[in-house]
């Protein structure tokens, strides 16, 4: 099941992850949230344990963050 996250204008956003390649040809993984649970730029993925949700206040756009 994936991670869901109600932002504060009441939105609900799935996590996704997809694997992406450089320029330099190292691959890294990208994370995003997407209103859909399923969604072909991405799969579903729980919330890393090592990464925190934060929320732009002006908007409710959502990201993701290490822990510091």
Do not use: C, W
Request: proline fraction near 4%; charged fraction near 30%; glycine fraction near 8%.
């Amino acid at each position: 099941m994936a991670y869901k996250h109600t932002n504060s204008k009441g939105t609900t956003y799935y996590l996704h992850k997809t694997d992406v390649t450089l320029r330099g040809g190292k691959t890294q993984t990208i994370y995003f949230f997407a209103k859909v649970e399923k969604n072909a730029k991405g799969t579903p993925t729980d919330l890393p344990e090592d990464r925190i949700v934060t929320e732009n206040p002006r908007n409710g756009f959502l990201t993701i963050k290490k822990k510091k």
